[in-house]
C-alpha cells in the first residue's frame, strides 16, 4: 500500500539530518579519495556510469538515504506510475512517457485502447512517413525531395527536441544516417519565425506544427507566419505541413496537413521527447532507426529505475542527493556541466524537465509544504563554463553542486595532437581536473589564489554521445525528477504555475487593463 | 580621498538593514501601483529605461541605497578608474575597457602610450582592413572575396562578441549593412571545430584567432585544427588568419598572420567586447560603421554612470538595488529574461560578466569577507522561458528576482496578425503580464493554482535592439557588476578561481597524477 507523505512527517528523513556531514576535502584526498572513485560509482544503461565519489556523502549518509528511499516507497510509487495509476493528481491523469519506448507493467488501457499499442502505432506511422519522404514518395508540389524540415513548438515541444537533434546531428553526419536539416521557431517573437525563414529554403522544407491542445498561441501564431511565407512563395501550404498533437485537438483531422500523428494528455510537454513530439523531427532528420536506438537506451534507463538497491539504480541515487544537498545542506543550485559540444543546449532542456516539474510550493494535496523543494538547474558545455562562470563556483560565496557528464570518444573522429595530446584527451583532462580541484581545493597563504574546496560534484561516464548514450542519459534525468517528486510529494506533472501570465497576456491583448499593467501597456506601446 | 572598506563596516549598509521591508503585492495594487511605475522609472543611454516599479524598494529604502552608494564612494570610485587608478590591485593593472569607446576624464598614459589614442588606432585599423576585405583589395589567394569570417576564442573572446553577433545579425540583414556571415569556434572539444568546418567554405573564410597572452590552450588548439584544414584544402593559412593579441604576445609580429590587432592587459576578457576582441569580428560582419554605433551607445552608457545622483545613474542604481536583494533579503540568484530573439546568447555572456567578476570569497585586500558576494546569474529569451522555467519562478519555494528587458519594435519588421494583435505585441504583452503576474500574484482557494506575488523584478525598455541600444545595454550591465564589486570591496578585474583546474589539467595530461586525479584520469582513457 503506496502512501503520499510531506517529507517532514518521514522518520527516516529527520535520521538523515543527524548523520554526521562529510568533509569532502579530507575523504578525497590520497588513497581513500582514490578508492571512492572506485566504488562511488553505479552502471548506467548504455554502458555509461554515475560516479559520485565527489559527493558529500560515505557509507552513513548513504544508508540513511536507502532508508529514505525505502520509507518515501520511491520504487513502488515508479511501479505505480508505470502500471498506470493516475499520479498527476492535479490533473487528474496517468504519467505515460515511459511507455513510448517499452513497457515495464501491466498493460494499460486508456480512452479504450492499450496505450503501448498506441505509441508503438504512432512510431510506426512516422517511420514509414519519414521512410516516404526520404525516398521521394512524399515531396513537395514541383516533385522535389525535401531536404529541411522546421519544427513549429515552444517549450517541451522546442528544448527537448531541439537539445536531441543537436546531440545527434555530427554524429549522425559522421554515420551516414544524417537524412534532412533540422531547424526549430518557437519564440513569438516574430524575428525568431523571421531569422529562421532568411537562412532555409521554403519549397524544400517540411513544417512540423507541434502542440498537443491545438491551441498553443505562440505556436499557432509561428504556424500562421510560415503559412504566410509558404504562400508568398506560390506553394500551398497543406502539401508543406504536419501536426503533432493530440487526437482531440483542433489540428487533429485537419486538411491543412500532409498527415497528423498524435500524443496524449498522459505525455506531459517536458517529457514528451521520446513521443511523436521528438519522433516526428528526429525521424525525419536521422531516419527510424537512429530514432528507435535513441528509444531503446532509454527504455534501458527505465528498468534500471526500477531496481529498489540505491546503489542499482543511479536515477534514485541522484535524486537523493539531490535532495540531501538541497534540504540537509542547503544549496540552492544545481550545475550541469557536459564536457561535450553536442550537449550544447541539454543544460537548457534540463532546465525546463527539472523547475517546471518540481518548482512547486504545495504538495500532491494541494497543501503548502515547509521545506524547500526543485533546485535553479543552469549549464553551458565545459570547457567553455571554465572560461567564464566557474570562477564563482571554485571562489564564489555560494557552494553550487554540479553534474558533470563526460565521453571517452568525441563525435566526429577528427582531432588534432598539440603537445602531445589530442584535443579530446584536453577535453578528458579538464573534466577529470575540475572534479578534483572542485572537491579538494589547494591551500595558498595568498587569500586570492586559495581553493577551500569541498564543492561537491558528480559525473556521468560514457563511451561516446550517440542515439543509446542519449537515450539513457535523457531517461536518466526524466527518473531522477521523478524520484525527486516522490520525496518532495509533490505532483512533478503538472504546471499550475504558467497560467496567471498567460491569464494577464491575454487581457493586455483586450486592452482590459487597469494600474500598473495599464501604464506598463503605455510604456511599451501595446 | 577613497577608501576601500568591507561592506559590514559599512554605517549605510548597518541602517540599510533596519528599513522597513516593502510588501510588493500590496504598495503594486492599483492607483499605486500605476504611479510607482510611473515614476521608478531612470532614462538610459539610446533612448532606453531602467524600471525598477516592481523592485522591493520604497521611497525609505531608495534613500538609504543612495547614502550607501554615497558612503562606499561608488562615483569618485569610478572615478578614479577612468582616471587610470591601478583598480584591478591583485594583478596591479589599469582598467580601461571604457576608454575603448570614450574618454571620461584624464588622458591615461601607460606603457609609454596615450591610451584612447592606442584603442582608436586599433579600431582605425581594424576598419581599415575590413573594408579592403569587403571592397576586394584584400582576398584569398585565388583573388576571391571572403564571405566568411570565423572567431577562435574562448570566454571573453566568445561568449561577449558571440551574442553580440547574433543581437545585431538580423539588424544588419534588414538594414543592408551585413557584410559577411560569422561563426565561432570555442570548446576543445574537436567537435565544436570539426562541426563548424563542416558547415563553412574554408577557402572563402577569414579566421580571427583571439588570445589576449598568445598561450591560452583551447585557443591554439583550436587553431591548429583550422590550420591542418586550411592545408588539406591547398590553402595557405597564413593568407586566411588575422590575430587580435597584446603586443608583447607570441602571435604579434608572427608571419603567420594576414595581419595583428591589439588589446592590452587593462582589458580583461569578459570586459572586451568593445575592444578590438570584438572589433575584428563585429567589424567585419557588418561594417566599422555598425561597430562604430555601438561603441557610442556603450561611451553614453558610462557617461551616464557617472552621475552621482542614484535616481539618474541607472547602472549605479540596479548594482544597490541587488546588492540589497542578495545581502538583506538574501536572494542567492538572479535570472535574465531579455523578451527579443536577438538576445538569445544576452544572458550567458551576463553569466561570464557577473559571475566570473564578483563570484569572489575575498576582499581587494585577499581577506576573506563575512557576507555574500556576486549571485549566480542564468536566463533564456521570454517567450520560450514562460514555457520552460518559469514555473518554478512563481511557485517555487525561493525567491528569484528577475532582470527583463523589453523592445517596443522588432528587428525584422515582418509581422503576422493573429487574433487582432501582432506577433511583436504578443511579445510585449507577455513580459507585462510576466512582471505584474509576479509582483501582484493572484489569491486563489486551490493553493496548487495559487499565486503568492511579491517575486521582484525590473525592465530596461528600449525602442529596438539595434547597434547603439546594444551597446548601452553591455555597457550598463558592465558597470552594474563594477559598482557591486565596490560595494563588495572585491576586485571583480581578476579570476584566480580559474588557477587551479588549468594546474591539474596540465598534470593530467602529463599523466604526472596520483589518488582520485589518477583513477578519474583511467575511468576517462586519458
Same mark, same amino acid.
Given at each position: ?72 516507497? /520511491? ?19 496517468? *504519467? ?29 506511422? %512516422? ?93 499557432? =501564431?509561428?504556424?500562421?507566419? *510560415? ?20 487526437? =482531440? ?79 540537509? @545542506? ?69 557552494? %553550487? ?16 595532437? %598539440? ?16 572534479? *578534483? ?32 548514450? /542519449? ?37 493586455? @491583448? ?13 510604456? /511599451?506601446?501595446?
Amino acid at each position: 500500500m503506496i502512501s503520499w507523505n510531506n517529507l517532514d512527517t518521514i522518520k527516516a528523513y529527520d535520521e538523515l539530518g543527524k548523520v554526521s556531514k562529510v568533509n569532502l576535502a579530507e575523504v578525497m584526498s590520497g588513497e581513500n579519495g582514490a578508492n571512492r572513485v572506485k566504488n562511488y560509482s553505479v552502471p548506467m544503461a548504455a554502458g555509461m556510469a554515475y560516479n559520485y565519489a565527489t559527493k558529500q556523502v560515505d557509507d552513513e549518509v548513504l544508508a540513511a538515504l536507502a532508508k529514505l528511499a525505502e520509507e518515501t516507497q /520511491l520504487v513502488e510509487k515508479y511501479e505505480a506510475l508505470y502500471n498506470g495509476e493516475v499520479i498527476n493528481t492535479g490533473e487528474k491523469r496517468l *504519467v505515460l512517457h515511459q511507455m513510448t519506448r517499452g513497457q515495464l507493467g501491466d498493460a494499460v488501457v486508456a480512452d479504450g485502447v492499450d496505450k503501448r499499442d498506441f505509441y508503438v502505432g504512432e512510431q510506426k506511422k %512516422i517511420a514509414e512517413f519519414a521512410n516516404k519522404v526520404h525516398n521521394g514518395e512524399i515531396t513537395n508540389a514541383a516533385g522535389e525531395k525535401f531536404t529541411t524540415v522546421v519544427q513549429i513548438g515552444i517549450g517541451g515541444s522546442d528544448l527537448g527536441p531541439r537539445a536531441m537533434y543537436l546531440a545527434l546531428e555530427n554524429w549522425a553526419k559522421v554515420n551516414n544516417t544524417f537524412k534532412m536539416e533540422a531547424k526549430f521557431i518557437s519564440n513569438v517573437d516574430p524575428d525568431d519565425a523571421a531569422a529562421v525563414l532568411h537562412t532555409i529554403d521554403v519549397a524544400h522544407s517540411i513544417f512540423v506544427l507541434v502542440s498537443k491542445s491545438g491551441t498553443t498561441l505562440e505556436t499557432l =501564431t509561428n504556424e500562421s507566419f *510560415v503559412k504566410d511565407a509558404l504562400k508568398n512563395a506560390g506553394l500551398n501550404p497543406s502539401k508543406h505541413m504536419i501536426a503533432v498533437t493530440s487526437e =482531440t485537438s483542433p489540428l487533429a483531422k485537419s486538411d491543412d496537413y500532409l498527415a497528423a500523428f498524435f500524443m496524449d494528455d498522459y505525455i506531459g510537454g517536458r517529457f514528451s521527447s521520446t513521443s511523436a513530439v521528438g519522433g516526428a523531427v528526429l525521424s525525419l532528420a536521422f531516419g527510424p532507426e537512429v530514432f528507435a536506438q535513441f528509444l531503446d537506451g532509454a527504455a534501458e534507463a527505465d528498468k534500471t529505475a526500477t531496481n529498489s538497491d540505491i546503489k542499482k539504480n543511479p536515477a534514485m541515487l541522484d535524486a537523493l542527493i539531490g535532495v540531501y544537498e538541497r534540504n540537509i @545542506l542547503g544549496y540552492q543550485t544545481t550545475a550541469v556541466l557536459p564536457y561535450s559540444q553536442g550537449l550544447s543546449r541539454f543544460p537548457a532542456h534540463l532546465q525546463q524537465l527539472d523547475m517546471e516539474s518540481n518548482g512547486k510550493s504545495v504538495n500532491r494535496f494541494g497543501e503548502k509544504v515547509n521545506y524547500v523543494t526543485g533546485p535553479v538547474i543552469f549549464g553551458e558545455p565545459g570547457t567553455n563554463g571554465q572560461h567564464s562562470f566557474y570562477q564563482l563556483l571554485h571562489q564564489g560565496t555560494d557552494i %553550487i553542486p554540479l553534474q558533470f557528464v563526460g565521453f571517452k570518444n568525441n563525435q566526429m573522429g577528427s582531432d588534432v595532437v %598539440i603537445e602531445n595530446s589530442t584535443s579530446q584527451q584536453k577535453l578528458c583532462a579538464n573534466v577529470v581536473a575540475q572534479i *578534483v580541484a572542485f572537491a579538494c581545493g589547494k591551500k595558498d597563504d595568498n587569500a586570492n589564489k586559495n581553493f577551500e574546496g569541498g564543492r561537491p560534484s558528480s559525473i556521468i561516464i560514457g563511451e561516446q554521445l550517440n542515439p543509446a548514450s /542519449l537515450g539513457a542519459l535523457l531517461a536518466h534525468f526524466e527518473n531522477k525528477v521523478m524520484f525527486q517528486g516522490f520525496v518532495w510529494n509533490v505532483n512533478s506533472f503538472d504546471q499550475e504555475g504558467v497560467q496567471l501570465g498567460k491569464v494577464l497576456a491575454k487581457k493586455v @491583448l483586450a486592452h482590459d487593463t487597469d494600474g500598473a499593467l495599464k501604464v506598463y501597456s503605455d510604456l /511599451l506601446n501595446i
